[in-house]
């Protein structure tokens, strides 16, 4: 089993700052840099998608925001109207963020007027530059297990003071891990349009649906479920249903980014 650890802050001289927020902030300046950097291989200004970036992160922190409100504790913010801004209380959905930078995308190529056609270059730039952000990311909640898992003795669970227990963050990072490195092989290769947005979006959202079976249901404050199914898992069936019709309408085009 994995031995226990937490950890919230840590001191740089006078400051005290969260490892959480750290490793948030580490996971998109990575996936900027990627984004930059591949920017031309689409044949893309890397100087608009940097724009495009600010959007999809300010999208995706309300859209974040948002979903759990509205998703997860509806209830405890319509009766604390009041703690709905305070996001450094916790609060946060990762499904919500996807759809913020989503609209934000959409919204981003209308008003640049950006023709269609480009769209899945862009979101294959994107969707490749965020995988790597957001493995980087999930050591964040990982250090502070904000997502346990059920009780277990399964070698990877973690030794939680309460009892052995899967830690999600951990089984989502090993989960997408092997996607990676099959993009990072991919990378110079010609694939067609939209090619990394369908296989993440297929791989990522089943991979979600499975994982989120293991969560934690007796912990103070459990994920909501709907007709048993959490509401990340309903939004992966979305999200795998994206990745399908990108890849049965755009493939035969055989467009290559």
């Known amino acids: 089993m994995i031995p226990w650890y937490q950890f919230f802050t840590y001191r740089i001289g006078f400051l005290t700052l969260h490892v959480w927020g750290t490793f948030v902030a580490l996971g998109i300046l990575i996936a900027i840099y990627i984004i930059y950097t591949r920017a031309p291989k689409y044949h893309l200004e890397p100087e608009t998608m940097l724009d495009l970036v600010i959007w999809l992160i300010v999208g995706g922190f309300l859209g974040a925001r948002l979903g759990h409100i509205f998703f997860y504790e509806p209830t405890y913010y319509l009766l604390h109207p009041a703690q709905m801004i305070m996001v450094w209380k916790?609060?946060?959905?990762?499904?919500?963020?996807?759809?913020?930078?989503?609209?934000?995308?959409?919204?981003?190529?209308?008003?640049?007027?950006?023709?269609?056609?480009?769209?899945?270059?862009?979101?294959?730039?994107?969707?490749?530059?965020?995988?790597?952000?957001?493995?980087?990311?999930?050591?964040?909640?990982?250090?502070?297990?904000?997502?346990?898992?059920?009780?277990?003795?399964?070698?990877?669970?973690?030794?939680?003071?309460?009892?052995?227990?899967?830690?999600?963050?951990?089984?989502?990072?090993?989960?997408?891990?092997?996607?990676?490195?099959?993009?990072?092989?991919?990378?110079?290769?010609?694939?067609?349009?939209?090619?990394?947005?369908?296989?993440?979006?297929?791989?990522?959202?089943?991979?979600?649906?499975?994982?989120?079976?293991?969560?934690?249901?007796?912990?103070?404050?459990?994920?909501?479920?709907?007709?048993?199914?959490?509401?990340?898992?309903?939004?992966?069936?979305?999200?795998?249903?994206?990745g399908i019709w990108i890849l049965v309408k755009h493939k035969k085009n055989g467009e290559v980014a």
């Open 90 to 242: 916790g609060g946060l959905s990762s499904f919500g963020g996807f759809i913020g930078a989503g609209i934000a995308l959409c919204l981003f190529i209308r008003t640049k007027k950006i023709m269609k056609r480009v769209w899945l270059p862009i979101a294959d730039l994107m969707m490749f530059g965020a995988l790597y952000g957001w493995i980087i990311a999930r050591f964040g909640c990982a250090s502070i297990h904000d997502h346990p898992g059920i009780r277990t003795h399964f070698f990877l669970a973690i030794q939680d003071p309460s009892g052995p227990r899967l830690e999600m963050a951990i089984l989502e990072i090993l989960g997408l891990i092997p996607i990676a490195i099959w993009f990072f092989v991919k990378r110079k290769q010609k694939m067609w349009a939209g090619w990394f947005t369908a296989t993440l979006s297929i791989y990522y959202g089943v991979l979600r649906f499975i994982l989120d079976f293991f969560r934690a249901t007796d912990v103070p404050e459990p994920d909501a479920r709907y007709f048993g199914l959490t509401p990340a898992q309903y939004l992966a069936i979305v999200l795998v249903a994206i």
